[in-house]
């Protein structure tokens, strides 16, 4: 079945950085373009990232734009988000999700998410 | 990439039907039929249950339906049940970006 993991979540301190990772198996991933999305604890979803089936093109929420970098490996199925200086307002689950087809990615609803990865950013 | 609005809350008794409404502009709702919706129940991940403002994912049940007018989407849960109480969040695109509301929390009583 259609299935995502994310892993690479933990507790780092303000400033430094991580890299999240989303396994995807069940489907052709080199087919579809992939998103992050955040939710901070007891609140709502806020998007974070696209990335285009094939890596050429990128999207960014304003709040993360030059700090995170969204990338993927095709060859192993896997999509990345790579995260510096993180603050504490980057605290959150973070949840990759996939493009539904027939539609340019970034217009597409999202049809399949994974369980999240907990990113907290404390001192 | 302001967030599109959302009442907090909503609640129905067994039987009814509610509506929860997603209110964009025209950058956003009121130009692009590109409207989802996602349910989300506590602990877990989102599920998306329309898509293009009025499609209903294979497994969805027919009682959840989506509608636009505007700048303001729609979904509509008709024949309240248990298993609908959860969070629910609108999505749309805006140009080169796309935004959720901040979600709905609908009770059944």
């Known amino acids: 079945q259609v299935q995502l993991v994310e892993s690479g979540g933990g507790v780092v301190q303000p400033g430094t950085s991580l890299r999240l990772s989303c396994a995807a198996s069940g489907f052709t991933f080199s087919s579809y373009g992939m998103h992050w999305v955040r939710q901070a604890p007891g609140k709502g979803l806020e998007w974070v990232a696209l990335?285009?089936?094939?890596?050429?093109?990128?999207y960014y929420a304003d709040s993360v734009k030059g700090r995170f970098t969204i990338s993927r490996d095709n060859s192993k199925s896997t999509l990345y988000l790579q995260m510096n200086s993180l603050r504490a307002e980057d605290t959150a689950v973070y949840y990759c999700?996939?493009?539904?087809?027939?539609?340019?990615?970034?217009?597409?609803?999202?049809?399949?998410w994974g369980q999240g990865t907990m990113v907290t950013v404390s001192s | 990439q302001s967030a599109l609005t959302q009442p907090a809350s909503v609640s129905g008794s067994p039987g009814q039907s509610i509506t929860i409404s997603c209110t964009g502009t025209i950058s956003d709702i009121g130009s692009y039929n590109y409207v989802s919706w996602y349910q989300q129940h506590p602990g877990k991940a989102p599920k998306l249950m329309i898509f293009e403002v009025s499609n209903r994912p294979s497994g969805v049940p027919d009682r959840f339906s989506g509608s636009k007018s505007g700048n303001t989407a729609s979904l509509t849960i008709s024949g309240l049940q248990a298993e609908d109480e959860a969070d629910y969040y609108c999505?749309?695109?805006?140009?080169?970006?796309?935004?959720f509301g901040g979600g709905t929390k609908l009770t059944v009583l």
């Open positions: 999700a996939k493009v539904r087809g027939g539609v340019t990615a970034i217009k597409a609803a999202f049809d399949v």
């Open positions: 999505n749309s695109y805006t140009t080169s970006s796309t935004v």
């Open positions: 990335l285009s089936y094939d890596g050429s093109n990128t």
